[in-house]
């Protein structure tokens, strides 16, 4: 039986599959006039993942508008969706807001496919680098407490910087012009254990990759040192902050990083190339807790399409920050090199100009599995969100065709024809050197291409792949260079295992799990591959 959930006076049905879409008033056609003007090709184009922000996503902590199609946009949006459940095994959830009304919010597919555990509107998933607007929320929160201002110097909070990095300002690290790099050097990936005091030490230790002010870049550590700056000041941890001064005086309780659940408590799992990758919880306790610095406050906070709505309402009503900090959040601040100055940051998010002299503030994230895009139109209040937990048909393919579905009725050029098969540059470039005939050593060929990569997911991503096509030569290469690279991830160890299986060679294979089992004494995945393997041990 349907419940009902109210939000300001706008009834929302939510049916066995979580559909909630608003009845809307009846002069809908000439908004929807003004709206077709807008070029989707905007939308179309990537923009990069320092994006993230926190231009708003929305869930709406209990309530949706009331569910029937209004006009053939959204019946084409939801028949576009449906086909590509159907056809494509499309999996997540589309969320889309306008005036503060929801026009559409519905799930698709499989939280667990093991488990038949559908994709909820209610279920959470990562939200990838948009924690980074949740981060810039909570500063501006203690800016609005008076217990900081964004032009507070780091050697404020830590007598120990370096002089080269002692005056960067909060404001730098909020608009990514500090110089801090994306990533720590050989940071070891996102759930590598690194504690605030080494994650300090080696945030200040290593050398800007620009002088402060000079540019803007996207960047990671940024976000984590405001992070901390959060702690210092508030005098607690940075979640709790978030959760008790940020979220929960807007009605949201379910937004944060919840290490301790259990894996499969409402969560999200992520396919990667069609493998289960697990949840975020399985990971965290793989690694032995979490979450940790290379992730604390730049990724990883997880969100349902309910609450996305509330927290993309809370902009838009102005509840979640005065006004004047709103608009310095969305206000284009620093442009941004890596797009060539197509984009600018603000506080936590991507802003640029439309063709209609318009604001469109873009935020993503990706960890290379779950894929999570927002979309916000000021100007013409419309919000966009979007999240999917399967990463061969994803939100940056899937949502361009959504926007064009709704604002011009049809898909114009389909960003699902011929997708590339990496979402990151860096990662095609990998897998093309990879399929050289030559290739006999990664690290020398990247080092001549001049490639660095920070983010060990890119190699689980393009090591997924090379399996999956059973490219198992190349496959090895690409794991020796992992586990080299960043020897402290489990995954790739034992990825590396199975491929010396394939390859009959049980003394290497051997060894890899071995390696796994030293990094995490509980690795079922090693113990049950070494208990097969036995015959060959000490041979």
Request: with cysteine; hydrophobic share 35%; proline share 6%.
């Amino acid at each position: 039986m349907p419940s009902t959930i109210y939000q300001n006076a706008y009834p929302l049905q939510l049916n066995s599959r979580n559909n909630c879409v608003p009845q809307l008033p009846a002069n809908e056609s000439a908004a929807k006039s003004r709206l077709a003007q807008i070029p989707w090709s905007w939308i179309l184009r990537p923009v990069g993942i320092f994006c993230l922000v926190f231009c708003g996503y929305a869930g709406m902590a209990g309530s949706v508008p009331q569910a029937q199609p209004v006009g053939d946009s959204i019946q084409a949006v939801e028949q576009y969706l449906n086909r590509l459940a159907q056809e494509r095994h499309f999996s997540g959830g589309l969320l889309i807001v306008r005036d503060g009304r929801q026009e559409f919010c519905k799930a698709y597919g499989w939280a667990n496919k093991d488990k038949k555990i559908p994709f909820m509107v209610s279920t959470l998933a990562p939200l990838g680098n948009i924690t980074r607007s949740f981060t810039s929320a909570a500063v501006l929160k203690l800016e609005q407490q008076g217990k900081i201002t964004v032009h507070d110097p780091l050697q404020r909070f830590f007598p120990e910087v370096p002089a080269d990095k002692a005056q960067i300002t909060i404001h730098q690290l909020l608009t990514h012009s500090s110089g801090f790099p994306e990533h720590l050097h050989n940071s070891g990936g996102e759930f590598a254990r690194l504690e605030s005091e080494t994650f300090l030490q080696r945030a200040f230790s290593e050398p800007l990759v620009f002088a402060p002010g000079e540019k803007g870049e996207s960047s990671n550590v940024d976000m984590s040192l405001l992070a901390l700056i959060v702690e210092k000041v508030s005098g607690t941890d940075y979640e709790s902050f978030l959760q008790h001064d940020v979220l929960e005086p807007l009605g949201i309780h379910d937004i944060g990083y919840f290490a301790n659940r259990a894996p499969d408590d409402g969560l999200a799992h992520g396919y990667l190339n069609g493998q289960d990758w697990g949840t975020m919880q399985r990971h965290f306790l793989d690694s032995g807790g979490g979450p940790f610095w290379n992730l604390k406050g730049n990724s990883g906070l997880q969100a349902s399409l309910q609450d996305m709505f509330l927290w993309a309402n809370a902009f838009t009503e102005k509840t979640v920050l005065p006004d004047s900090s709103i608009r310095r959040m969305f206000t284009s601040q620093v442009p941004d090199a890596g797009t060539g100055g197509e984009s600018s940051f603000g506080y936590g998010c991507s802003i640029r100009e439309t063709d209609q002299h318009t604001e469109l503030i873009d935020n993503e994230g990706t960890n290379g599995v779950y894929f999570a895009r927002l979309i916000r139109m000021p100007r013409e209040g419309l919000v966009f969100y979007m999240i999917t937990n399967e990463s061969t048909v994803n939100s940056f393919r899937v949502l361009p065709n959504i926007t064009q579905l709704y604002l011009q009725g049809h898909i114009s050029q389909d960003a699902m024809t011929d997708p590339p098969k990496f979402e990151s540059p860096v990662a095609e470039q990998i897998y093309e050197i990879l399929n050289r005939p030559k290739t006999r050593d990664l690290r020398k060929e990247l080092e001549k291409s001049n490639l660095k990569v920070d983010n060990h997911m890119l190699l689980l991503q393009v090591g997924r792949t090379l399996i999956q096509e059973k490219k198992v030569d190349q496959a090895v290469l690409l794991y020796r260079y992992y586990t080299k690279t960043f020897p402290e991830v489990v995954v790739a160890w034992n990825d590396l295992g199975d491929l010396y299986q394939m390859k009959d060679d049980a003394q290497e294979a051997i060894k890899c799990y071995r390696q796994a089992l030293v990094l995490h004494p509980d690795n079922t995945r090693a113990r049950d591959n070494l208990a097969r393997l036995n015959p060959f041990i000490g041979n």
